[in-house]
Each structure stands twice: as C-alpha cells, then as structure tokens.
C-alpha cells in the first residue's frame, strides 16, 4: 500500500470514528425527571396566575436594548415603540425575564418571544437574563426549540422566587401570562 492510501485510509478512519461518537454517543446527560415530578411540575404550572418580570428602568433602556442583539432600523423601531405613551393606552415596555435549565444543562433551548421580538435562549444551569418587550396582552410565548433529551426543563425567576414548568417538547408552545 503506498503511503498516499495508507493517509486516505488513516483519515477516512478518524473521520468516521469521530462521525460515529457524534452520532450515537451524547456526552451531555438527559434530564431524567420522573413521572411523579411531571405531575407536580404541571399542577403547579395550572394553579400559577402570573410570573413576575423586571421592568426596565427608563434610565436602562438602552443598555436594554444593547443586550436584545438588534440591527440598527429594528433597534430604533423598538426604542420608537416603546416612546410611545398614548393616554389610556398600555405602553409596550421592555422587561427581564430570568431563565435556566432546572435539571440537567443538556443542550435544551427555548424561544421566547413577545410584541414581536423572539430570541432563541440556550438554557444553562446557571440563570440566563433575558430582555424582551412585552405589550398589553402581558405574556410571553415560550415554544420548544430543541430537546437535549429528556424533556425541556425550563426553570422562570417569579419575583424572588424560583418556578419550574412543565417539560416542553420541541415545537410545543405555552403562553406565559407576566406582571410588573
């Protein structure tokens, strides 16, 4: 075998070995949340009314604004919207959300969205700040966008408390009431 083939055979090798662990071979655990618990996760989630979110100081806006990765005509667009005060109308307004993965951090994803603006947020163990608009109908859509396995565990910061939902599969979608 010449050392030409004997490279092309080599790298065929590592490259497939290196497919081959990707494909059946997750290095991140799956949450394992049991039967049990997904019934006291939904239960909790029915007797919830609402999540208490930050709202933005007006001082803050733009620093607000900077974390929400908007190009310019949108930004200005938002900070547009969000200047208008109509008497008797209920002003967009920007807000924080708080999110994490409650169980195991194994590559579960979420996308949020609200007056028109969705972000799809990586959930890590570690809680995740999250800037969004909300308008009059106060709430936020919440859809699965990819399972590390085992469910979506989905963990929300209610004022100074911690609530966990219920899982969520990929492209399951909860509306979120929220409050001020």
Same mark, same amino acid.
């Given at each position: 075998?010449?050392?030409? &083939?004997?490279?092309?055979?080599?790298?065929?090798l590592i490259?497939?070995?290196?497919?081959?662990m990707?494909?059946?071979?997750?290095?991140?655990p799956?949450?394992r949340?049991?039967?049990?618990?997904k019934?006291?996760l939904?239960?909790?989630?029915? =007797?919830?009314?609402? +999540?208490?979110?930050?709202? *933005?100081?007006? =001082?803050?806006?733009?620093?607000?604004?900077?974390?929400?990765?908007?190009?310019?005509s949108?930004?200005q667009?938002?900070? =547009?919207?969000?200047?208008?005060?109509?008497?008797g109308? !209920?002003?967009?307004?920007?807000?924080? +959300?708080?999110?994490?993965d409650?169980?195991?951090q194994?590559?579960?994803?979420?996308?949020? !969205?609200?007056? @028109?603006?969705?972000?799809? *947020?990586a959930?890590? &163990?570690?809680?995740t700040i999250?800037?969004?608009? +909300?308008?009059?109908s106060?709430t936020?859509?919440?859809?699965g966008?990819h399972? @590390?396995? @085992?469910? +979506?565990?989905?963990?929300?910061?209610?004022?100074? @408390?911690?609530? !966990?939902?219920?899982?969520?599969?990929?492209?399951q979608?909860?509306?979120l009431?929220?409050?001020?």
């Amino acid at each position: 075998m010449s050392r030409l &083939n004997l490279l092309l055979v080599t790298g065929l090798l590592i490259a497939g070995t290196g497919y081959a662990m990707t494909a059946w071979w997750n290095p991140l655990p799956a949450d394992r949340v049991t039967e049990k618990e997904k019934a006291e996760l939904i239960t909790g989630f029915t =007797h919830l009314r609402t +999540i208490a979110v930050e709202q *933005v100081k007006d =001082h803050d806006v733009d620093a607000a604004l900077d974390t929400m990765r908007l190009d310019p005509s949108l930004r200005q667009a938002m900070k =547009h919207t969000l200047d208008r005060k109509a008497p008797g109308s !209920s002003p967009t307004v920007l807000a924080r +959300i708080t999110v994490w993965d409650f169980a195991s951090q194994d590559g579960d994803v979420v996308r949020l !969205s609200s007056a @028109g603006y969705a972000i799809d *947020v990586a959930l890590l &163990n570690e809680p995740t700040i999250v800037t969004l608009p +909300i308008d009059a109908s106060q709430t936020i859509q919440i859809t699965g966008a990819h399972d @590390g396995g @085992g469910g +979506i565990t989905l963990g929300v910061r209610n004022g100074a @408390g911690k609530v !966990s939902l219920p899982l969520i599969t990929e492209g399951q979608a909860i509306s979120l009431p929220v409050n001020f």
